[in-house]
């Protein structure tokens, strides 16, 4: 097994779970009614869980740090987050567009991903794969809502949102030099084939939705080697704020 | 000391969450292995990956066998065997249901479309007429509905 190829793409699919976990959670008490409060925060739990498990895996078969300290004791640069989840929550038609886009792709990846040959990856994602379905229905029930069902006001703004969020979403699919190893070797199916079902996928529901696929556009890359967007270095001064005064805090 | 004693000492263990409900019944002990009388290896698995009361269930776990006199407790929390509803008890359901939560329908777990939640039988009156607010209730595990019938709002236990 190509342990640097493996390590790569565990920790890029953690840290945009966890990236994207605090977006999220940036809703709890802020949500437009109070069960979208709850649905973020629930989501935002749900993929804590998912990067803390991934983490797990790391630091068990591949000796890299236990998961508290990949979370919160890190440099910015030496994330590997794409820019897709930094960006801020902004307005609520860009968050749900993006928990949309996220979520097909968790769910086309974690779908695939039960069939990996590395077998504690293949159980993980028998368990990830049933919660994956709640947040794409729920992502995918407002999409339609406010697209198809719902006023010009509410379907121009998710189609702007969509817009707005489409060529950073692409590059949650950026491809790594490691990444034929992977393939070879049937740990992952690689980032062209996961995006090409994630575009079918996506495609479904925007019909549903009455809104438009954007196409023709250069993906927003440069995460994967820890090039960020201004967004992560502050959104980390506060999700580490803790463990920087005190790493061995329990609560 | 049997595998059944065992079980019988974890009815005890109650989820901090739904406290009618035990670790047992919930179908979170995935496998009790009894070495000796002295050693006893339970495998537990999280209702959900991130479920935040898993730790304190774990620790509970290991205390009750210990109470039996288990001098060496070894308590593992996998995904060997992933949890999903169609593992709660009868006597589990019931507890949900004693608890104000409606208990998940069996489902083939291949082929689980979220539609079902639509149809979920109220817990106060038993109607089906009922409504899915929102996938997601105050924890992990529950979802938000309303009943049509007896107009009031109540929370299920989402199939997973």
């Given at each position: 097994m190509n342990q640097d190829a493996v390590k790569d793409l565990l920790v890029r699919m953690a840290d945009d779970v966890l990236i994207l976990a605090h977006r999220h959670s940036e809703?709890?008490?802020?949500?437009?009614?109070?069960?979208?409060?709850?649905?973020?925060?629930?989501?935002?739990?749900?993929?804590?869980?998912?990067?803390?498990?991934?983490?797990?895996?790391?630091?068990?078969?591949?000796?890299m740090p236990d998961p508290d300290v990949m979370a919160f004791g890190r440099a910015e640069a030496d994330m590997r987050s794409c820019h897709f989840v930094e960006l801020p929550n902004a307005e609520y038609d860009f968050s749900l567009v993006r928990h949309l886009l996220f979520d097909a792709s968790e769910y086309v990846r974690w779908s695939a991903l039960r069939e990996s040959s590395f077998e504690p990856l293949a159980k993980l994602a028998h368990k990830i794969h049933g919660e994956l379905k709640y947040h794409l229905y729920h992502a995918q029930t407002?999409?339609?809502?406010?697209?198809?069902?719902?006023?010009?006001?509410?379907?121009?703004?998710?189609?702007?949102?969509?817009?707005?969020?489409?060529?950073?979403?692409?590059?949650l699919f950026e491809s790594r030099s490691g990444d034929a190893d992977l393939v070879a070797s049937g740990f992952f199916p690689g980032e062209d084939a996961l995006r090409a079902e994630w575009e079918v996928l996506v495609q479904g529901i925007l019909e549903k939705s009455s809104l438009t696929m954007p196409h023709d556009h250069a993906a927003v890359l440069g995460g994967r080697d820890g090039y960020h967007s201004e967004f992560l270095a502050p959104l980390l001064v506060e999700m580490t704020e803790v463990y920087r005064i005190d790493p061995s805090a329990t609560w | 000391m049997t595998r059944q004693e065992v079980l019988s000492a974890l009815q005890s263990v109650r989820d901090p969450e739904?406290?009618?409900?035990?670790?047992?019944?919930?179908?979170?002990?995935?496998?009790?292995?009894?070495?000796?009388?002295?050693?006893?290896?339970?495998?537990?698995?999280?209702?959900?990956?991130?479920?935040?009361?898993?730790?304190?269930?774990?620790?509970?776990?290991?205390?009750?066998?210990?109470?039996?006199?288990?001098?060496?407790?070894?308590?593992?929390?996998?995904?060997?065997?992933?949890?999903?509803?169609?593992?709660?008890?009868?006597?589990?359901?019931?507890?949900?249901?004693?608890?104000?939560?409606?208990?998940?329908?069996?489902?083939?777990?291949?082929?689980?479309?979220?539609?079902?939640?639509?149809?979920?039988?109220?817990?106060?009156?038993g109607s089906r007429k009922t409504t899915l607010k929102s996938p997601f209730g105050p924890t992990l595990c529950r979802s938000l509905h309303y009943c049509n019938e007896c107009r009031q709002a109540f929370e299920g236990f989402k199939p997973v």
């Amino acid at each position: 097994m190509n342990q640097d190829a493996v390590k790569d793409l565990l920790v890029r699919m953690a840290d945009d779970v966890l990236i994207l976990a605090h977006r999220h959670s940036e809703w709890t008490g802020l949500g437009p009614v109070l069960e979208e409060d709850i649905a973020f925060s629930s989501v935002a739990q749900d993929k804590l869980g998912h990067a803390q498990a991934l983490y797990a895996i790391l630091h068990e078969h591949f000796g890299m740090p236990d998961p508290d300290v990949m979370a919160f004791g890190r440099a910015e640069a030496d994330m590997r987050s794409c820019h897709f989840v930094e960006l801020p929550n902004a307005e609520y038609d860009f968050s749900l567009v993006r928990h949309l886009l996220f979520d097909a792709s968790e769910y086309v990846r974690w779908s695939a991903l039960r069939e990996s040959s590395f077998e504690p990856l293949a159980k993980l994602a028998h368990k990830i794969h049933g919660e994956l379905k709640y947040h794409l229905y729920h992502a995918q029930t407002w999409i339609v809502q406010l697209g198809s069902q719902g006023s010009e006001e509410s379907k121009a703004r998710m189609q702007s949102a969509l817009n707005a969020a489409w060529p950073y979403a692409l590059g949650l699919f950026e491809s790594r030099s490691g990444d034929a190893d992977l393939v070879a070797s049937g740990f992952f199916p690689g980032e062209d084939a996961l995006r090409a079902e994630w575009e079918v996928l996506v495609q479904g529901i925007l019909e549903k939705s009455s809104l438009t696929m954007p196409h023709d556009h250069a993906a927003v890359l440069g995460g994967r080697d820890g090039y960020h967007s201004e967004f992560l270095a502050p959104l980390l001064v506060e999700m580490t704020e803790v463990y920087r005064i005190d790493p061995s805090a329990t609560w | 000391m049997t595998r059944q004693e065992v079980l019988s000492a974890l009815q005890s263990v109650r989820d901090p969450e739904i406290p009618t409900i035990s670790v047992v019944d919930m179908g979170i002990i995935t496998d009790v292995e009894v070495e000796s009388d002295a050693h006893v290896r339970v495998t537990m698995t999280p209702t959900f990956v991130g479920c935040p009361a898993i730790d304190v269930m774990r620790s509970d776990v290991e205390a009750a066998v210990r109470a039996l006199g288990v001098e060496q407790v070894e308590v593992a929390v996998t995904f060997d065997v992933p949890w999903t509803t169609n593992r709660l008890t009868d006597r589990g359901r019931a507890a949900l249901l004693e608890h104000g939560l409606a208990p998940p329908e069996q489902f083939d777990t291949l082929t689980l479309e979220l539609e079902v939640l639509n149809n979920v039988a109220c817990p106060y009156c038993g109607s089906r007429k009922t409504t899915l607010k929102s996938p997601f209730g105050p924890t992990l595990c529950r979802s938000l509905h309303y009943c049509n019938e007896c107009r009031q709002a109540f929370e299920g236990f989402k199939p997973v």
